[in-house]
């Protein structure tokens, strides 16, 4: 008990400086991703493709367990079956759409040739929504620390938002991109909660726009020589997600990425290399095939031409299973889980001891809206 | 000293973190394996997990992370020494039961095949079925409907107007009203018009509505040569071909684009099985109406081989360029081959006259398109 007390009551003490930022750290292992999502492809292909939703759960399973923010673990709590009832519902939802669409279509063509293409934009609109509810989904699916996070707010005010500020992009050619993204970034952040912390996005168009008006003004150029493109998208990417992480507030935790505007040049061009040696492959496989067919001495020419082309037409769509299979894998290595890498690597947490405490709150939603999204075949977060 | 000897029996307690699933304070706690598992932090009651309730939550390697069912959703065990995470492991049984194992995997797979048989079956068999069983049901008003929807989109794509040149007017009236007469249609609202483009084809909407386009006018010699393109846009007309294949398209890209829709490349795959399918329902369609053409013209006494022969000087031989197995229409020389066959000496008197024939040539106006 003595011991206590051996402390001098002197002058207070400095105010300590402050704590290091925190980092997140990325503890997977690229080949058991490789086999991952090799795996699903495969499974994908010969489900016909229902096997999206366990691919897609088990792909983001294994990035939210490896992702350690400040030593622990997120988890991702979603699951497959979520997801394709999610897509079921959807289903039920969009067919009548769709057939509503057609017959409204059939009475505006009749009143006008054509008049029925700004009806189309309102499966943009939809599309909208859908990227609002996906996020929701997945971010209610996120828990750090035995909290989720969680959003409110809603979707078509979102969708709103997002059909306003597109008319005005396309109205200004693409300038006011960054305005857009900032707007919408900033609806989207501040429903989002971690807990009873309230997520906030502090990043401008302005400061957007400075990082990369250049880029838009070039881009005519990557449309004539189109070798340049993808460094433009890459240098357009990188930006944005720094950007990006920079607003990023939630409560008193900041973000902050020191990410190079050259980060994902080698990651697009290989990803391309890929691309282009898998179609040259399979150019080289279908000129084999049709000489080998033709070696046999089958002709596709004459009156039981259909019967004679099977076998080639059998042996094109095994060939095209087998591109887009591996095309597949070298998109999620590439564009997935290595953007994914690079990304955390130059990510900082300020201030994590504000969420040191955070009692947790929030429903879980429902992956109506992810069921949506693919359904309407939009992506975006 | 005896506060420590309390504390000491290391191989029951054990330190390691746990979060309560209510908040995200990540508290210090001693694991006590009893009868269940015990977590208590300090100065607190511990909280009690039966092993059967406890499974495995998702963690990076070297971590074992434990949720409870009877426990809060979200609370969590975090056990980073591998001695204890042995340990823990072989008192839970169900730990990995919520897992999918090879078997679900199997299950998926299963019943993925099975739905997609399924939808095969329905395109190939159940939409074709509900096509023909459904077009000639298709209320008139509704065929019509959607017949003016098309025209006011082609005559869009075509910019101008039917050609109004009245002589002209008077013979193609003339002409398609021999050929609808010997056809039986009854279709009162029937309207044609001559359309000034200088593509050579014809075309049937729903509702009754046949279109000749100049250029098809211009490389025609005869009436007899034009006469039996228009009898086989109305053998399109009269089998209700555009409403069955609106129906069997509309169905089967719903079907597959809705239910394949961003399968990442098979849904290529299966564009591609359906366009085969397809051509081969239009293919039947197509010599469905080539037949009702050789009827009309065999009707009014006239031969359909001059029709052939115009349609084998537009397109030329088809035979050997790409895919037939692709193509929508039966090959044009198979066509010929087959009017050839049909070919018989004119019994009936002709279509128009001479001078029906020059009125009709110049519908347009002077050679403008």
């Known amino acids: 008990m003595n011991d206590l007390q051996w402390a001098p009551i002197g002058p207070p003490q400095p105010i300590p400086p402050p704590l290091p930022p925190a980092r997140v750290d990325f503890s997977g292992d690229r080949s058991e991703f490789r086999k991952l999502v090799t795996e699903g492809a495969m499974l994908e292909l010969v489900t016909f493709g229902f096997y999206r939703f366990w691919l897609v759960t088990d792909i983001r399973r294994h990035l939210w367990s490896n992702t350690a923010i400040d030593g622990d673990a997120v988890e991702y709590t979603g699951r497959a079956k979520e997801l394709l009832i999610g897509f079921l519902f959807a289903l039920a939802i969009l067919v009548p759409i769709y057939l509503a669409y057609f017959l409204v279509g059939i009475e505006f063509e009749r009143w006008q040739g054509f008049a029925s293409t700004p009806l189309f934009i309102s499966f943009y609109a939809f599309g909208q929504f859908a990227i609002f509810r996906a996020r929701r989904y997945r971010l209610t699916r996120t828990v750090w620390r035995g909290v989720r996070c969680w959003m409110d707010g809603s979707g078509s005010a979102y969708s709103v938002r997002a059909m306003l500020w597109g008319l005005l992009v396309f109205l200004t050619l693409g300038l006011a991109l960054p305005w857009r993204e900032a707007s919408l970034e900033r609806y989207k952040m501040q429903h989002t909660h971690f807990g009873g912390l309230r997520g906030d996005f502090e990043a401008d168009g302005w400061t957007f726009f400075k990082r990369g008006w250049w880029l838009w003004l070039l881009s005519p150029i990557a449309l004539i020589i189109f070798p340049l493109a993808p460094f433009f998208y890459a240098q357009f990417k990188a930006r944005e997600w720094r950007w990006w992480l920079d607003g990023i507030r939630i409560g008193g935790v900041s973000l902050s990425s020191n990410l190079p505007t050259n980060a994902f040049h080698g990651l697009y061009w290989k990803a391309i290399g890929w691309w282009l040696l898998l179609s040259v492959l399979f150019g080289l496989y279908v000129a084999g095939a049709a000489g080998l067919v033709a070696a046999a001495g089958v002709s596709i020419v004459g009156p039981d031409a259909i019967a004679r082309s099977i076998p080639l037409l059998s042996m094109m769509v095994i060939g095209y299973f087998a591109l887009a299979l591996a095309l597949n894998v070298v998109m999620r290595m590439y564009l997935q889980h290595d953007i994914w890498v690079t990304v955390l690597e130059t990510l900082e947490v300020h201030n994590i001891a504000a969420a040191a405490d955070v009692r947790g709150s929030g429903e879980l939603a429902s992956a109506l809206g992810e069921g949506f999204a693919d359904g309407l075949d939009v992506a975006g977060f | ?369």
């Not at chain 2, 279709?187 to 200088?198: C, F, I, K, N, Y």
């Not at chain 2, 490349?265 to 197509?286: D, K, L, Q, T, W």
């Open chain 2, 1 to 369: 000293m005896s506060d420590v000897s309390t504390e000491a029996p290391a191989q029951s307690a054990k330190r390691t973190v746990f979060f309560d699933g209510v908040s995200s304070r990540r508290r210090q706690v001693m694991l006590r394996l009893g009868d269940a598992l015990e977590i208590g932090e300090e100065g607190g009651t511990p909280v009690r997990w039966a092993y059967a309730d406890i499974r495995r939550a998702d963690s990076p390697a070297g971590i074992l992370r434990l949720a409870c069912m009877s426990a809060p959703p979200l609370a969590r065990l975090e056990i980073r020494e591998v001695a204890l995470a042995a340990e823990v492991t072989a008192h839970c049984p169900g730990l990995d039961e919520h897992q999918t194992t090879r078997r679900g995997v199997a299950k998926i797979v299963g019943w993925s095949v099975a739905a997609a048989v399924s939808i095969v079956c329905v395109v190939l068999f159940g939409v074709p079925l509900a096509a023909d069983r459904l077009a000639p049901l298709v209320p008139k008003p509704v065929e019509r409907r959607i017949g003016d929807a098309a025209e006011v989109q082609v005559k869009t794509i075509f910019g101008r107007s039917v050609c109004e040149d009245p002589a002209g007017k008077a013979a193609f009236t003339k002409l398609v009203n021999r050929l609808r007469d010997a056809a039986g249609l009854d279709d009162d609202t029937m309207t044609a018009g001559v359309l000034p483009t200088s593509v050579p084809n014809a075309f049937a909407l729903p509702g009754g509505k046949v279109f000749v386009m100049k250029g098809l006018l211009d490389k025609a010699e005869s009436p007899d040569e034009l006469a039996g393109i228009p009898a086989h846009e109305l053998g399109h007309l009269k089998h209700h071909d555009n409403m069955r294949g609106l129906i069997y398209n509309g169905g089967t890209s719903f079907l597959i684009g809705l239910l394949f829709g961003d399968v990442t490349g098979s849904s290529a795959v299966i564009f591609a099985s359906r366009s085969v399918v397809e051509a081969s329902y239009s293919r039947e369609a197509e010599t469905g109406a080539d037949t009702f053409a050789i009827e009309i013209m065999h009707a009014l006494g006239r031969s359909p081989k001059p029709a052939a022969e115009l349609m084998f000087r537009i397109t030329g031989r088809e035979g050997g360029s790409g895919f037939t197995i692709l193509a929508s229409h039966p090959l044009t020389e198979d066509r010929l081959a087959r009017m050839t066959k049909e070919d018989r000496p004119a019994s009936g008197p002709p279509l128009l006259t001479d001078a029906e024939w020059q009125a009709l040539k110049g519908i347009c106006g002077s050679g403008k398109i």
